[in-house]
């Protein structure tokens, strides 16, 4: 049973109620190399019980399909943060002479790195510039929207005209008996056909008509 990750920096150890699972170096020559490339550590040679977590894989790297969490047989591990790893031997070398000159010591914190951050939380961006693209995908999709939007509302408007002087027409017509009373009744909307000629002449005088 594995008890803790291989990677540099990595405090992940085992537990059942935590939903991390541990991998062992594949045992194919090639791939094994190959994850001992990425691991970066001097003179790092793994065992038989030696393991990496899932935080340095990829979502893409699992196969999800039966009950168990398993790695596809290309997988490799590409997700470190050897700089917060790094700090983290400084911060630990200042803690010991700190110890040793008998300063007091506070409660320690654990220290998550950005990839940790990441993988808990799969709404984050990885960098700066992965967030700006996607800034920039969002605004031009507003932007389209927005131009859309518009051309809609001019052919609404254009419709709007069209049905007001359609409705001052025929009851133009049916004012001077050239149409029988009750036509607007019959081929205009009820809306329309309720209203008094008056209120069409007015609204269709009016060149910023927008809506009705």
């Known amino acids: 049973m594995p008890t803790n990750c291989a990677a540099a920096g990595c405090a992940a150890t085992y537990n059942k109620h935590i939903n991390i699972s541990f991998h062992r170096f594949p045992l194919d020559p090639k791939r094994r190399k190959e994850w001992v490339r990425l691991v970066k550590r001097k003179n790092f040679v793994p065992g038989k019980h030696?393991?990496?977590?899932?935080?340095?894989?990829e979502a893409s790297c699992f196969d999800l399909t039966g009950q168990t969490r398993r790695l596809k047989m290309d997988a490799v591990?590409?997700?470190?943060?050897?700089?917060?790893?790094?700090?983290s031997m400084k911060l630990k070398s200042r803690n010991l002479l700190e110890k040793n000159s008998c300063t007091p010591a506070g409660p320690s914190k654990s220290n998550f790195s950005s990839q940790q951050v990441l993988l808990e939380h799969s709404y984050a961006f990885r960098n700066p510039m992965e967030a700006k693209k996607r800034i920039i995908k969002l605004e031009k999709e507003i932007a389209s929207l927005k131009r859309k939007m518009k051309t809609c509302l001019q052919k609404e408007r254009r419709a709007t005209r069209r049905w007001i002087k359609a409705t001052c027409l025929v009851k133009n017509l049916e004012a001077n008996n050239i149409l029988p009373k009750g036509t607007s009744e019959h081929i205009l909307p009820t809306v329309l056909s309720n209203l008094p000629l008056e209120n069409f002449k007015i609204?269709?005088?009016?060149?910023?008509?927008?809506?009705?």
């Open 203 to 212: 609204l269709e005088q009016d060149k910023a008509l927008s809506v009705l």
């Open 77 to 87: 591990p590409t997700i470190f943060d050897f700089c917060t790893h790094i700090k």
């Open 50 to 57: 030696t393991f990496l977590c899932s935080k340095h894989f």
